[in-house]
């Protein structure tokens, strides 16, 4: 069972680039490192934007610097709706912990949006730059980290 998993997954990855183009999601164009947001963009290349970016787009995570801690913040995604430029995430919403402070959320779990903690808009504005509008916590625009 296990070999059958293996060449089952190596048959996947070895598929035509034509279908791994045709499956991107279609959050695809955003994935990578971005520095800025909470702070007007620095460096865009190098070790210093690759290793210490705000944001981190993945297919499935979206991950967030903290200025509270010292760990990324990562949020699932739950859907993502698409547009001309733009991308509506839905986050999967936190479980409630047990325990005296288990109804608190840390005040960065989200992004600052109107649509609260689970939502976040982004905007297209140039090929490596986007935005969160109205999106208090990330009130500067961001940059794609590029090479190293």
């Known amino acids: 069972m296990r070999r059958w998993v293996l060449v089952v997954a190596a048959a996947l990855a070895l598929g035509s680039s ?19 947001g909470v702070f007007p963009p620095g460096e865009t290349s190098g070790p210093r934007c690759t290793g210490q970016p705000s944001v981190i787009f993945t297919r499935d995570v979206v991950m967030r610097a903290s200025i509270f801690d010292v760990p990324y913040r990562q949020r699932l995604i739950e859907t993502v709706a698409s547009g001309p430029d733009a991308l509506e995430f839905r986050l999967v919403p936190l479980p409630a912990q047990s325990g005296p402070l288990g109804s ?3 005040t960065d779990i989200g992004f600052g949006c ?3 903690p689970n939502s976040l808009r982004v905007e297209r504005r140039g090929p490596n730059e986007i935005v969160f509008p109205n999106c208090a916590e990330f009130p500067s625009p961001l940059l794609r980290c590029v090479g190293n």
Not at 18 to 36: K, L, R, Y
Request: aromatic share 12%.
């Open 104 to 106: 608190r959320l840390p």
């Open 114 to 116: 109107p649509g609260g």
């Open 18 to 36: 034509a279908d791994a183009q045709q499956g991107d999601p279609p959050h695809a164009w955003v994935f990578g490192s971005w520095t800025g």
